[in-house]
């Protein structure tokens, strides 16, 4: 049974960072692609960061470019978003997700057949 667990969300000002994490379970991450999914209130989910090992290749939407990080660490089944120099706009619970498309990083939700439960970021002003 594949089990995603996302943490480390919470409150923070402009500017200020956070870093989340997803704990996997149940499924070969070396045959995944791994994604961060945003939703805001009243928007629709959006793709955020996502890291193919397959391709050993990481992808970031232009909001969060340069900003935040998707990294790894394999021996824990571990993926990491940093989030740094937070936004006003970047308030949403975020999402990790895994798909078995691996030759490409789908930017789309519904490439993705697993999902954790969502950690809440909110970042004021």
């Known amino acids: 049974q594949v089990q995603l667990v996302e943490s480390g969300g919470g409150l923070v000002q402009a500017g200020g960072a956070l870093r989340l994490s997803c704990a996997a379970s149940?499924?070969?991450?070396?045959?995944?692609?791994i994604a961060w999914f945003r939703q805001a209130p009243g928007k629709e989910r959006e793709f955020a960061a996502g890291?193919?090992?397959?391709?050993?290749?990481?992808s970031y939407a232009d909001s969060v470019k340069g900003r935040f990080t998707i990294s790894r660490d394999d021996a824990k089944i571990m993926v990491y978003l940093q989030m740094n120099n937070l936004k006003p706009e970047d308030t949403a619970v975020y999402y990790c997700a895994a798909s078995d498309v691996t030759f490409t990083t789908p930017r789309v939700g519904g490439a993705y057949g697993h999902w954790g439960q969502g950690t809440q970021v909110t970042v004021s002003s």
């Open positions: 890291l193919n090992w397959v391709l050993s290749s990481t």
């Open positions: 149940g499924l070969d991450f070396s045959r995944y692609s």
